[in-house]
């Protein structure tokens, strides 16, 4: 198992940025695929994007796609979301999840993770 913190959240108004961080600890690092999703209140936990073990293949929901940015340091054990041009509509909670790449075929699927960070809150203001 893999243990999986985030950070970086907080109050943004319309069109500001945030980064989100995730470190992990516990197995190495880059024997894992990697994801954020988000959740907010009254809705189901939808996919953000993923990354593949090494960074070189990313995915993105078609809603964050062009304004966020995912990204990975495997020296430092650490996950990143550069959020940009927000909108309240991307208030939630944000969670970082992690699986063993040869598991993962789907990474919009949070089935396929079976490592989950604690969250950390993203709040838009208009």
């Known amino acids: 198992q893999v243990q999986l913190v985030e950070s970086g959240g907080g109050l943004v108004q319309v069109g500001g940025s945030l980064r989100l961080s995730c470190a992990a600890s516990g197995r190495t690092f880059d024997d894992y695929a990697m994801g954020w999703f988000r959740q907010a209140p009254g809705k189901e936990r939808e996919f953000v994007s993923g990354?593949?073990?090494?960074?070189?293949?990313?995915y993105y929901a078609d809603s964050v796609k062009g304004r966020f940015t995912i990204s990975r340091d495997n020296a430092k054990n650490t996950l990143y979301l550069e959020m940009n041009s927000l909108k309240p509509e991307d208030t939630a909670v944000y969670y970082c999840a992690a699986a063993r790449q040869y598991r993962v075929t789907y990474y919009y699927k949070k089935d396929e993770y079976d490592n989950w960070g604690q969250g950390t809150q993203v709040t838009v203001s208009s």
């Open positions: 990354i593949n073990w090494i960074g070189s293949s990313t």
